[in-house]
């Protein structure tokens, strides 16, 4: 007998639903279409989405019950009648764009927090390189919104210098190893000198608090970087702005520091400072604009998976938790305790 997480109404924040969700019973699926596959899950990220959705603070919004865990990794149990691509056995990866809670269409309920999962076979993915499953369910999500917000959106080129804000987040630390992929000068900031310290360990040219920003960049940078990618929001993007050279690229990638910003004020920007400055500030909603123009995710998926299978990227996972404690995982993630990736293992 398998078991998931079951949440079965939202709640006022991520932490109060945290409370009402339980675990529970999880036979094994009898039946599957003849294009699905049933995954037996082994490893499943603990994502800021996944939080916010159990608060119903996120776009694409998933009607409960549903089981939380947008990306998640394990092995190939059964395939239907119709399905080519992979066999009983496979380590696989499945594409939260095409199954799960993040997903649009009948598969959204079929979430990582849980020993089963059915999924379409073009949801399906073999595991690219030497990737292990926690690696491999913090690749998509995590890399495609960096590769998004600083090479589709910020025109990142090798040579030019980027602050990225939150680095030690999972997207954060994405975009550090993406940025170096490209060949440019990272600095990075967080609140935690043990978390920066594994930051610079990962690659972040420059490691810096945010008491001092503009000074600590302007060390650095004599004239400013050439791109912020800000997934942090509130009082660091105004002070960021002061950080920049004339005709920077502004990148709007989240708000970590105010999440329930779709409920209270919103966050804003000083216009005059962008104006004298030339700035360009971008929204990078990566999900929103794929959904809007999917052409577009077949370059960054390629470079993404180039990397991957090549070994140049490897995603950083700092802690996992049994599925029997994902109440602490998620409260974990939550509190900002985990660094890079986290995952939950039924």
């Known amino acids: 007998m398998g078991r998931r997480v079951l949440l079965t109404a939202l709640a006022e924040s991520p932490l109060e639903a945290v409370e009402k969700m339980a675990l529970e019973d999880q036979p094994e699926p009898t039946e599957i279409g003849p294009r699905d596959v049933l995954i037996a899950i082994q490893s499943a990220q ?8 159990t608060a119903g603070q996120y776009q694409h919004q998933p009607k409960p019950p549903y089981t939380p865990g947008l990306e998640y990794a394990g092995k190939v149990a059964r395939v239907g009648a119709e399905v080519k691509s992979v066999k009983e056995g496979d380590a696989v990866l499945v594409d939260g764009f095409r199954a799960g809670p993040r997903s649009l269409g009948a598969y959204q309920g079929w979430g990582g927090f849980a020993s089963w999962a059915v999924v379409p076979e073009e949801a399906v993915l073999k ?8 690696q491999a369910c913090n690749l998509l999500g995590n890399y495609e919104t960096a590769i998004h917000c600083l090479i ?8 030019e210098t980027v602050l990225i804000h939150g680095a030690s987040g999972a997207t954060g630390l994405a975009a550090v190893h993406v940025a170096k992929l490209v060949g440019a000068t990272v600095i990075a900031t967080g609140r935690s000198k043990e978390k920066l310290a594994i930051v610079k360990e990962q690659g972040a040219d420059h490691v810096i608090g945010t008491a001092n ?3 600590d960049v302007r ?3 004599k004239d400013g970087v050439d791109v912020v990618y800000d997934g942090v929001g509130g009082d660091i993007s105004v002070q960021s702005l002061r950080c920049v050279k004339f005709g920077a690229r502004f990148l709007i990638v989240g708000w970590a520091s105010t999440p329930f910003v779709a409920k209270t004020s919103p966050n804003q920007l000083p216009t005059n400072l962008i104006m004298m400055k030339g700035v360009d ?7 929103i604009s794929t959904v809007m123009n999917p052409g577009i995710r077949k370059a960054r998926f390629e470079r993404l998976w180039s990397w991957a299978e090549s070994g140049a990227l490897k995603p950083y996972v700092s802690r996992t938790f049994p599925l ?3 109440k602490s995982a998620m409260r974990a993630k939550w509190n900002g305790e985990i660094v890079g990736g986290c995952c ?3």
């Open 127 to 134: 595991i690219p390189g030497a990737l292990s499953f926690d």
């Open 344 to 346: 939950v293992r039924p």
């Open 152 to 159: 589709t959106r910020g025109k990142l080129q090798a040579g």
């Open 324 to 326: 029997d404690d994902f």
């Open 219 to 221: 060390a650095i940078a």
């Open 46 to 53: 603990v994502g800021w989405v996944d939080l916010l959705m």
């Open 213 to 215: 920003l503009k000074d």
């Open 281 to 287: 500030v971008l929204g990078c909603p990566t999900v």
